[in-house]
């Protein structure tokens, strides 16, 4: 008899793993995730662009599958972006991931890491600007120039309905 239960243990195991669901958590926590990403897509599809009268979502710089969420602790998420200019040569993307920043570290209820990143190819310069948005130093150093914070609180700040 205890054969057959360490059979039919070992059948049941296998098949759970094969079809994924071999421990339920691991359907929970992708949901969690989904949840949270679709939370942070929320805060960010509503920042205007620097320059025109439309919104990132509008103008496509960012869009839900452009939002990744990781449980790294406890109630604790990494967060990664990855946003794409209208052009290649886009002289506000720097500015377009501080509004990102911003945006996100005002808005978010939860504990979590930032960060932002140029898609791979869509701008000329993605790896200096991606340096930029993720350093907190040049972050905050931005953000106590007037002339940029005025800037970013525009872009940032939702319309009244």
Do not use: W
């Not at 296998?14 to 994924?20: A, E, F, I, R, T």
């Not at 679709?38 to 920042?47: A, F, K, P």
């Not at 662009?49 to 604790?76: A, I, M």
């Not at 720097?94 to 808005?107: D, F």
């Amino acid at each position: 008899m205890e054969t057959v239960l360490a059979l039919i243990s070992l059948t049941v195991s296998k098949v759970l793993q094969v079809s994924g669901l071999r421990d339920g958590r691991n359907v929970l926590t992708r949901t969690k995730m989904e949840d949270k990403a679709l939370e942070v897509y929320d805060v960010i599809r509503t920042i205007r662009d620097p320059e025109k009268p439309n919104t990132l979502e509008e103008l496509d710089v960012v869009s839900e599958k452009c939002v990744e969420v990781q449980e790294l602790g406890e109630d604790e998420f990494l967060i990664v972006i990855k946003f794409s200019p209208t052009v290649p040569h886009c002289s506000l993307a720097t500015l377009i991931g501080l509004c990102l920043q911003v945006k996100l570290q005002r808005s978010l209820p939860f504990k979590h890491k930032l960060e932002i990143y140029i898609s791979e190819g869509t701008h000329s310069t993605e790896e200096d600007i991606n340096k930029q948005i993720n350093d907190k130093e040049r972050v905050a150093a931005a953000m106590e120039n007037p002339n940029l914070r005025e800037i970013v609180e525009q872009c940032v700040t939702e319309p009244d309905d």
